[in-house]
């Protein structure tokens, strides 16, 4: 079975309380431990140790981050955790520097990922509905939820982890489904693990 990391992204707004993404994190800690995974939670209102999770990274077998969207990206709180967790594993724990050598300093930057053998699952929460995206007449012109978190997708390939198939709860504040989110997070967890 496999080790799994997940890192509740979400910051704590008095119209956001994060009870959609704190349910989403204990069911999928409690339908993978059902399947014999062991899993670790770290959230954005826990006190961050930078070497713990470093380690933690470096046990894990999959990272699942699950984070709100907010302003066209992921909260502030988890930004902080990357730039202090992510930058100090650029030492060696997450990958060997950005890739590149002195022979060919033009050439595979990115490239130095440790984590070649971990791979990482987004799953998201949207007030925009889900009509807002992959339509080029809509918001995001034509653009998927996976174009929109690109950076995210290229912070976790920096360090050589592979991709799983992005999940996303759509219109959560103004027209939401969550009965049927739920369903379709337990048929997204029990198909990737």
């Excluded at 910051?11 to 899993?39: C, I, W």
């Excluded at 976790?156 to 969550?178: H, Q, R, Y």
């Amino acid at each position: 079975m496999s080790n799994i990391l997940i890192i509740n992204g979400h910051q704590y707004y008095p119209f956001s309380e994060g009870k959609l993404n704190a349910t989403l994190v204990d069911k999928a800690a409690s339908l993978l431990a059902a399947k014999g995974h062991s899993t670790r939670i770290v959230t954005m209102l826990d006190d961050i140790n930078v070497e713990e999770e470093l380690a933690n990274h470096q046990w894990a077998d999959i990272v699942i981050l699950q984070t709100p969207v907010n302003w066209m990206g992921i909260p502030w709180s988890f930004k902080k955790y990357m730039d202090e967790v992510y930058t100090a594993g650029m030492a060696g724990a997450l990958c060997d520097g950005d890739g590149r050598n002195e022979s060919a300093p033009k050439k595979n930057y990115g490239m130095g990922g440790t984590l070649t053998n971990t791979k990482y699952m987004i799953s998201l929460t949207f007030n925009a509905p889900e009509e807002a995206f992959n339509d080029e007449h809509e918001f995001f012109n034509g653009k998927s939820v996976d174009d929109l978190l690109f950076p995210m997708h290229m912070n976790f390939k920096f360090f050589g982890m592979k991709p799983l198939e992005t999940f996303a709860c759509f219109d959560v504040m103004k027209n939401a489904d969550i009965e049927n989110d739920f369903k379709r997070f337990e048929a997204h967890i029990n198909k990737h693990f």
